[in-house]
């Protein structure tokens, strides 16, 4: 089978080799605390936010109202 990216068989590759994940895009700035989805068919991270933002903490700070108390 081909693999269509070369980006994700650079991934592949490393992860094999080593079981940590690398980021394909190394200009790409990847700051600490940063999260998101990897895209399954390039390899590639799609950064959907950071936890230090204000926002993140702000979620963080916010009461749940799913939790029961036992």
């Known amino acids: ?9 650079f991934i ?3 992860q094999g080799a080593t079981s940590k994940w690398a980021n394909w895009d190394p200009p790409r700035k990847i700051e600490v605390g940063d999260y ?3 895209i399954n ?3 590639e991270f799609d950064w959907e ?3 230090y933002s204000p926002h993140f903490q702000e979620q963080l700070n916010r009461p749940s109202t ?3 108390s036992t």
């Open 1 to 9: 089978m081909k693999q269509e990216y070369a980006s994700r068989k």
């Open 12 to 14: 592949d590759l490393i």
């Open 36 to 38: 998101g989805m990897i």
């Open 41 to 43: 068919t390039t390899g």
């Open 49 to 51: 936010g950071n936890i």
């Open 66 to 68: 799913n939790m029961t």
